[in-house]
Structures are given as C-alpha cells and as structure tokens.
C-alpha cells in the first residue's frame, strides 16, 4: 500500500481499486523474493505500455526511498528473501504512508514531514484531503489518527440521550413521609439513566469520492472504535456492512479485510438503490428516535433520484438527526445542483462539509 500511494505520485493511476488487487496479488504469491514482489506489483498495476516502461524506475526511486529511512547499520541485517523491511515498517506508523515522505521534496529542500508546531498542525488539518502534496501525506495522516482519536473519545463521553426527566417518584415521595406524620414535604424524583446515542454511518467509496474516501474510512473508524453503538457501512454498486471489521481490528488489518469485500470500490454510485437495500436489511435493527446517521457522499448518484429521496424520507422517519457530510462542500462556489443532491437536501438535518480534517472535528458541532 505504502508502494501504491508512492507509484501514484509517480504518474501511475492506481486508485483504491488497484490496491486492493496489489494486496490480493501479493497474498496469492507464494514466492516473496523482491523481483517476484515487483513483477507482482508491475503485472497488477500497469494497464498501458507506457506504465510498464516507467514501472522499474519507480520501484527502484522507491526502494531507494526505503534505504534512506534505515538505520545505520541496518544494511547486514537486511532480509534478501523477501521485500525490505523499510516496507513494511511504513504501515505501522501511519495509515498508507509513502516512503521517503521525508526525503527532499522536488524543489530540492530538506523539509521534513514531522508536524513541528501550532501552525503545521493548522496549516495541516485545512488542507484539503484531494490537494495534499506527497510530502505532506505522512504528517497529515499522523495528526488525522491523532485528532480524530481524541474527538472520537469526546464525543463517546459526552453525547448521551435521556428521556423525560424529573417525573415523580411516589414510592419514596411517601416513605421519606412517614416520619413526618404521612405530610409529603419532601418530593422524590426519578430520572431516566443517559444511554450513548447510537450512530449509523454510511460512506460512499465510488470513483468521485476516490480521492477522499481513505481518509474518511480513517474517520469511521474512529468513530466505531469509541462509540459503543455505532453500524458502519460502505456502498458504491451495492452495500456493506463492516461495522464488525471496523470495531474489531486497528486500521491497517480493518483495510486488509475490507479489501476483500465486494463494495464496488471506485466504480459507479447508486446511493439510492444502497440506500434502499439498507433500510430493508438493517433498518429495523440499527435506525430508532436516539440514532444519529451521518452519510459522507459528493451526491453524485447515476440512479433514480426519486428512489433516493423516498429511502432518505423512511430514514428521516425513524432517527433523531440526519446528517450529510459532502466533500464538495469545502470547494468554492460549490453549489449541490446535481440530481442526487438536489433530491436528498430537503430531507437532511445538517448539510456539511468532510473535505478536511478541520471539517471533521466540526462533527460535535453538527450533533449537538
């Protein structure tokens, strides 16, 4: 994955779609000495002569990458057999992070990545996910886990639903009286125990959304980690329930399992007919007056719009607050005119944007 990400800095198209056939090559190849991991990686995502051509010169530019962030010393200890351990050590302290993000950058400079200061960390979570330079991917995806984490937490402790409170408690209202002549002067009240809201999130993984829907499979996953009641789905084609792989696996394993569900990554979307098949499968499970379901989508929907709109309505119906986060919000002069959008607006509680990180911490601002 680190190499995908690199490749595509490259001028390679690898998408999401490529790198889950890279991680399911890979598995299939019993052979793991390095020229079989890179004919592996090249036959998977190469589709033109001209990537082809390119393809050694990026594997090379990217091992190189990987020698550079070794320690010294380190080179005897070097496994042969199989890819560098630079490789794989990249995933365990971030989520997709390219090798040599700390190198120089192509101006030449000597910057590195690591979030320095009060005014990185803001130029940082600004930016916008689809506009982030390759030298900067690791940092943001540092501060994004780190944030997000925190927010997630907060939000766990302090979104809670109760009933009616204050109603009288008679019971005790007339024992606490009968020491005083059966005269009720002090009243007794009872109050509903706050129960965690539940939260549905559904998120949008099509073509369109290609360029945000790994940071905001990061955001659900934060989400779903530290909320107790929290079903979490993907959809593009079709739907996909993977609030089980979310809930029970730190990131880089929860990608690992996800690449092996049929989601329908970066193809087309049907928001409605996911939409529908969701209120029909999980509705009556996940979706009561204490729900809050968040839909991270751009709207842009090839089916019917009206079918989005009727499913969104029986939503509505049934849940606390509905809100939808859009990437194409945080653009300038963005305005929802397409036919998905325009359909689903009068249904939707709060309408935001989910093109940054600053953007997604403003969720308990939404749910409040």
């Not at 790198?19 to 592996?40: I, N, S, Y």
């Not at 059966?182 to 706050?194: E, H, M, V």
């Not at 107790?228 to 792989?245: C, G, M, N, Q, Y």
């Amino acid at each position: 994955m680190a190499f995908c990400r690199y490749a595509r800095t490259r001028g390679l198209s690898i998408g999401v779609t490529e790198t889950l056939g890279a991680t399911e090559a890979v598995r299939a190849v019993p052979d793991r000495t390095l020229e079989t991991f890179q004919f592996c990686l090249r036959t998977v995502l190469c589709s033109s002569k001209e990537q082809w051509d390119l393809f050694d010169d990026v594997f090379a530019d990217f091992l190189r990458g990987v020698e550079r962030q070794k320690p010294i010393g380190d080179e005897k200890k070097r496994d042969h057999r199989g890819p560098p351990t630079g490789a794989r050590i990249q995933t365990q302290t971030g989520f997709w992070i390219a090798p040599g993000a700390k190198t120089s950058t192509a101006d030449g400079d000597n910057e590195t990545n690591a979030v320095s200061g009060a005014s990185t960390e803001e130029r940082l979570s600004t930016m916008d996910f689809s506009q982030v330079p390759p030298r900067d991917q690791a940092a943001l995806e540092k501060l994004a886990r780190r944030m997000l984490k925190r927010t997630s937490i907060r939000l766990a402790r302090r979104f809670r639903i109760s009933g009616r409170s204050g109603r009288l408690d008679v019971r005790r209202t007339i024992r606490r009286s009968i020491g005083r002549g059966g005269d009720p002067f002090d009243l007794s009240y009872r109050q509903q125990k706050r129960q965690q809201a539940k939260l549905v999130v559904l998120l949008d993984v099509s073509g369109s959304m290609n360029l945000y829907s790994l940071f905001l499979l990061q955001f659900m996953h934060a989400l779903a980690k530290h909320f107790k009641k929290t079903d979490a789905f993907i959809f593009s084609t079709s739907l996909v329930d993977i609030s089980r792989e979310l809930r029970s696996n730190a990131l880089p394993g929860a990608f690992e399992i996800l690449s092996r569900r049929p989601a329908g990554w970066a193809a087309g979307t049907r928001i409605g007919e996911s939409l529908r098949d969701f209120n029909r499968r999980y509705g009556r499970k996940s979706l009561s007056r204490d729900t809050f379901v968040i839909i991270l989508s751009d709207g842009w929907d090839t089916g019917d719009p009206v079918a989005l709109a009727t499913e969104l309505h029986a939503i509505k119906r049934r849940v606390k607050k509905l809100v939808w986060l859009n990437p194409l919000l945080g653009l300038h002069g963005y305005q929802p005119l397409t036919r998905g959008m325009a359909a689903a607006l009068p249904y939707v509680d709060t309408f935001a944007p989910a093109h940054s990180l600053e953007s997604l911490l403003a969720l308990e601002r939404h749910l409040r």
